[in-house]
């Protein structure tokens, strides 16, 4: 997973995981199809480390440090929730533009990398954060989505 030269933290690794390797009962999805969006994860790679973004179907909405810190607990505030539902529900449109994959690296500098935890699998795409940021993407209202996140879960929780 290290192979973009970031220093990681233990806790940092094994929280990711748990959520690329989210199965649908552990939050109480039965009856969805295949393509449905459980889980996001965006991930921003800054030059001191990658900030991890997680949107959970059950409401989890957090940031993850790389380096070791985070903020967990944001989908506990209703506004957060929102937000967090609206990103998870957005992210649905771009399983079709992104590939299944079996592995998880963090992106490279500069990039974001989005995972899309499905039933049928993870699915992925990776872009330069100044194309996405600039709306030179097809994925960027997505990427957008989860700044709004990231805002409403700095305002509504204390680190």
Do not use: W
Request: proline share 3%.
């Amino acid at each position: 997973m290290n192979q973009s030269n970031y220093e990681v933290a233990d806790v940092y690794s094994g929280l990711r995981d748990q959520v690329l390797q989210l199965k649908p009962d552990a939050i109480g999805v039965k009856d969805a199809e295949q393509s449905s969006v459980i889980a996001v994860l965006m991930e921003i790679a800054y030059p001191e480390a990658v900030v991890t973004l997680v949107a959970v179907t059950d409401g989890t909405a957090s940031l993850y440090f790389s380096n070791g810190g985070g903020i967990i607990g944001g989908g506990e505030h209703e506004p957060v929730c929102k937000v967090s539902a609206e990103f998870i529900r957005l992210a649905q449109q771009y399983v079709s533009l992104s590939a299944l994959t079996d592995t998880f690296p963090l992106p490279k500098k500069n990039n974001v990398r989005c995972y899309l935890v499905t039933l049928g699998g993870v699915y992925t795409f990776e872009a330069l954060e100044d194309d996405l940021g600039n709306n030179r993407h097809a994925c960027s209202e997505l990427f957008h989505k989860s700044h709004e996140l990231i805002t409403a879960i700095r305002e509504h929780t204390s680190d």
